[in-house]
């Protein structure tokens, strides 16, 4: 009997440990990204660093646009997701925003507007049951300032993209690379 006491004593400390473990990776992994901005309110945000990844943009048969990624050793590729919390059990209820665009490798600092912001290929995409609005688009109003060295990524992006609705018009984040 005490056998199995201390047995069962020394695999609860052991299975502990490994959570606690696990917790700490995971806090190391959430201190890559450093939110500088508050996420809308009613969602989550999250924010990812695609290094090697360029943006390839492309048109489907109604002449919407549409994106893939694929390796580049030039470039990477940043994306934002907001995605809106849902009632449970609600169909057709998802709400779902990304911003994607491009950062070239070798550039320490960037500044985009309007027009301009077509070479970094800043794109917003809307997937919602919201017809007319839906889909992926170029974003051709605002402003981006981009600088990076070799450990780190700081962006920040204000936007508009009128009459398209959206709950994000500005990010401001520091990505540990």
Same mark, same amino acid.
């Given at each position: 009997?005490?056998?199995?006491?201390?047995?069962?004593?020394?695999?609860?400390?052991?299975?502990?440990?490994?959570?606690?473990?696990?917790?700490?990776?995971?806090?190391?992994? $959430?201190q890559e990204k450093n939110? &500088? +901005?508050?996420?809308?309110?009613?969602?989550?945000? !999250?924010?990812?660093? =695609?290094?090697?990844?360029?943006?390839?943009?492309?048109?489907?048969?109604?002449?919407?646009?549409?994106?893939?990624?694929?390796?580049?050793?030039?470039?990477?590729?940043?994306?934002?997701?907001?995605?809106?919390?849902?009632?449970?059990?609600?169909?057709?209820?998802?709400?779902? $925003?990304?911003?994607?665009?491009? &950062? +070239?490798?070798?550039?320490?600092?960037?500044?985009? !507007?309007?027009?301009? =912001?077509?070479?970094?290929?800043?794109?917003?995409?809307?997937?919602?049951?919201?017809?007319?609005?839906?889909?992926?688009?170029?974003?051709?109003?605002?402003?981006?300032?981009?600088?990076?060295?070799?450990?780190?990524?700081s962006i920040e992006l204000?936007?508009?993209?009128?009459?398209?609705?959206?709950?994000?018009?500005?990010?401001?984040?520091?990505?540990?690379k």
């Amino acid at each position: 009997m005490g056998k199995v006491l201390f047995l069962t004593l020394i695999s609860s400390i052991l299975i502990n440990c490994s959570v606690k473990k696990n917790e700490v990776g995971k806090t190391l992994s $959430e201190q890559e990204k450093n939110i &500088v +901005q508050e996420c809308p309110n009613g969602g989550e945000c !999250s924010i990812k660093y =695609l290094a090697n990844k360029s943006i390839k943009i492309d048109k489907d048969n109604t002449n919407k646009i549409y994106y893939n990624l694929v390796d580049n050793l030039e470039k990477s590729v940043v994306r934002f997701e907001f995605k809106k919390n849902n009632p449970s059990g609600m169909a057709e209820a998802n709400y779902i $925003e990304e911003i994607v665009l491009e &950062v +070239q490798n070798s550039a320490q600092e960037t500044n985009l !507007s309007d027009e301009f =912001l077509e070479k970094a290929k800043v794109l917003f995409g809307k997937y919602c049951y919201c017809k007319g609005q839906a889909g992926v688009y170029l974003i051709q109003t605002g402003s981006l300032k981009i600088k990076q060295d070799r450990e780190e990524i700081s962006i920040e992006l204000n936007f508009d993209m009128s009459p398209i609705t959206h709950k994000v018009s500005k990010i401001k984040y520091l990505i540990k690379k």
